[in-house]
């Protein structure tokens, strides 16, 4: 189903493209890796959060306490992550990535958006400077309507 709109239907294409290009070679990697998603789905977790308990995880990856210990373990014994008792609560476990974590999660994202580079070099500058003008117009558009001060935008 298409709207009437030949922009918004160009950018659901494109939004399709980017998104089968750049997962195709971040699952490519992450089984590389030996890392399922919801490891990934915890490694970057922690990475914006910098520390977080068992249970909390678990509810940001919909599964029990048990199933994220479980996964945990196996980030524990690939040393992406460390895990501590809680000074304040010893019952509770702490999770931390290691910097090997950290390192798994920036080559991810290199591999993520590595055909991006093989896609400019197929540019003309010409074309180059277009998309970067057209791309920092909706770039622009899109944080004006993040702010509250002008939801009308």
């Known amino acids: 189903m298409t709207g009437k709109d030949p922009l918004v239907n160009m950018l ?3 939004i399709e493209v980017l998104m089968r290009r ?3 070679n971040f699952i490519h990697y992450a089984r590389e ?5 919801s490891q990934i789905n915890a ?3 922690l990475s914006r959060h910098g520390s977080s308990g068992v249970t909390d995880l678990g509810d940001h990856l919909g599964v029990t306490s048990a199933a994220t210990s479980q996964m945990l373990e196996r980030l524990v014994q690939m040393g992406l992550i460390l895990r501590s008792e809680d000074p304040n609560d010893r ?3 702490q999770i931390v990535l290691t910097d090997a974590g950290r390192l798994v999660l920036h080559e991810g994202m290199r591999a993520r958006q590595g055909w991006l580079d093989e896609l400019a070099g197929r540019l003309t500058p010409e074309e180059k400077r277009q998309v970067a003008a057209a ?4 770039i622009d558009k899109a944080g004006q309507s993040d702010d509250p001060e002008h939801p009308e935008k």
């Open 12 to 14: 659901k294409q494109w």
């Open 22 to 24: 750049s997962m195709r």
């Open 33 to 37: 890796k030996g890392l399922s998603m």
């Open 43 to 45: 490694l970057f977790h």
């Open 91 to 93: 019952r509770v476990k």
């Open 135 to 138: 791309l920092q117009i909706l």
